[in-house]
């Protein structure tokens, strides 16, 4: 079956832009998270997705940062007024039910702020 | 506040030579350890895990120790092989959904 997708693969976008990147789960997988990797950097939590519940924003670097998953399958991470320290790769998991469950990655977007 | 550290930024060996990845947590709460390998342009693929009941963990050529009372596992690779040469992140997660990653480390084998 097909993995964990992620539109678009790169964005360049101007600084005070917004912009939405995209993420569709793995079908039947119930949790969902947001991570990101600057440059040199590892992954950083942003926010998790589990079946109905309210999600764990608790990475979320600003209020700029916000997202949502509609009919608990696509995603969609939304970064308002965009700034340069917001360049990073964006990638979004998927696991089956989300304690403990192995997470299957995308391929990740890549945003440059200009 | 880094709560996983992987103090080695690259590593070098030789095509059937052991590969050793390092990684230390601080957070004492953490009760499941996973190693993910990355290559260029693509997301991370799940590689091992071992939960915190166990000291090691073995799949094929890949072995993780982890070891409670020093906050350190180490991933073994043996034989390497030249496919082996990517990003390897150790991630740890305090029975939440999210997990905390290293830095990672790069790992080249020669042949």
């Known amino acids: 079956g097909a993995g964990v997708s992620q539109s678009p693969s790169n964005k360049v976008t101007e600084k005070g832009k917004d912009v939405e990147l995209r993420c569709d789960p793995i079908s039947g997988h119930t949790a969902l998270y947001w991570y990101r990797q600057s440059l040199g950097q590892g992954l950083e939590f942003l926010i998790y997705?589990?079946?109905?519940?309210?999600?764990?924003k608790s990475g979320l670097p600003s209020d700029r940062f916000s997202a949502e998953r509609t009919g608990g399958s696509v995603s969609t991470l939304t970064i308002q007024r965009t700034q340069q320290e917001d360049s990073a790769v964006y990638l979004c998991?998927?696991?089956?039910?989300?304690?403990?469950?192995?997470?299957?990655f995308g391929p990740g977007t890549r945003l440059t702020v200009l | 506040d880094q709560q996983v550290k992987q103090n080695s930024p690259s590593l070098s060996v030789q095509e059937g030579r052991i590969s050793i990845l390092n990684c230390d947590y601080t957070?004492?709460?953490?009760?499941?350890f996973l190693w993910y390998k990355k290559y260029p342009a693509e997301g991370p693929t799940f590689l091992i895990s071992?939960?915190?009941?166990?000291d090691k963990n073995e799949d094929g050529r890949f072995t993780v120790f982890l070891n409670k009372s020093a906050k350190h596992l180490s991933l073994h690779i043996v034989p390497s092989q030249p496919g082996d040469s990517a990003v390897y992140f150790c991630?740890?997660?305090?029975?939440?959904?999210?997990?905390?990653f290293g830095q990672g480390t790069t790992l080249q084998v020669k042949p």
């Open positions: 071992i939960s915190s009941i166990k």
């Open positions: 998991a998927s696991s089956l039910t989300g304690l403990g469950d192995t997470q299957y």
């Open positions: 991630a740890a997660s305090e029975n939440t959904g999210k997990l905390i």
């Open positions: 957070n004492s709460m953490f009760d499941y």
């Open positions: 997705f589990q079946g109905n519940s309210a999600p764990d």
